[in-house]
């Protein structure tokens, strides 16, 4: 894993906190060259930076992004390929927000909103990176969807159908661009400690570290997974979900999931 990580360029959206954090410092454990954490958070981004720079003088480069923003989103990628001498070779389109809500309190605006931030933020950072990685030879973009892309839990309609779309983008484009040498692998990083839970009171019991999910996700990126999924109950999401077979067994679950959401109960499932 640390051969096919050490020297490269890296550039990881959503790269202040949780999982994005987590992926810029294995990275440079792992002997990257250069790694450009990305974030909105600016303030954030800075203390992280400053952390990073003093471990790993010269590799480390934050630059504040809104990746709602195509204009934020090309020129991230290109203060990226400066500061890389002209490489981007690992592209994490990390950003993304949770989003829970009934669909009924749902407004056109949250829509545009969820698919702004969980879809186009990371087609604006596919567009900008391809013109590098097809320069140079070749490169990785690892796009992070869910576990709810096979389990889409009722009150987060929005998460559910923007991380869905992104999955899907993933999986065309990996057959499409195979033969330039670029390679795509959809993330799904498990249920992680993150800020993402701060607004539900906390990570449900079980969740793992950043840190933790990191590691897994550079293992599956290393040796090229179509989809890099951590956990059991994501492959068991994975398998069982759409099989027609297993359809009565599955309106049944998420049938409690919606009465319990209903009630104010988003953790206990």
């Excluded at 792992?30 to 003093?54: F, S």
């Excluded at 990996?174 to 670029?182: F, N």
């Amino acid at each position: 894993m640390k051969e096919y990580f050490a020297n490269k360029v890296a550039v990881i959206t959503g790269g202040a906190s949780g999982i994005g954090l987590a992926l810029c410092e294995e990275l440079l454990a792992l002997g990257a060259k250069a790694v450009v954490p990305a974030d909105l958070n600016e303030e954030k981004l800075k203390t992280e930076c400053v952390r990073l720079e003093a471990a790993y003088p010269g590799k480390v480069l934050g630059v504040r992004t809104d990746v709602t923003s195509r204009e934020s989103v090309f020129a991230l990628m290109k203060k990226a390929a400066e500061f890389g001498a002209g490489r981007v070779d690992l592209l994490f389109n990390n950003a993304g927000l949770g989003l829970g809500k009934a669909f009924d309190d749902t407004t056109d605006a949250d829509w545009k909103f969820a698919f702004d931030v969980n879809f186009y933020g990371a087609l604006y950072g596919i567009r900008a990176v391809l013109p590098i990685m097809r320069a140079q030879g070749g490169g990785h973009i690892a796009n992070t969807a869910s576990g709810i892309v096979f389990s889409p839990m009722p009150h987060q309609t929005l998460y559910s159908a923007s991380k869905a779309a992104l999955m899907a983008l993933t999986s065309s484009l990996r057959g499409e661009l195979w033969d330039e040498k670029i390679r795509l692998s959809t993330i799904i990083p498990g249920t992680v400690a993150t800020p993402i839970w701060e607004k539900a009171g906390g990570a449900p019991a079980g969740a793992i570290t950043p840190q933790e999910s990191a590691q897994g996700i550079l293992k599956g990126l290393a040796a090229n997974e179509r989809i890099i999924i951590l956990t059991e109950d994501d492959k068991n999401g994975a398998k069982y979900h759409f099989l027609p077979e297993y359809g009565e067994t599955v309106d049944e679950y998420f049938v409690k999931v919606a009465r319990q959401r209903r009630s104010g109960n988003f953790k206990e499932i």
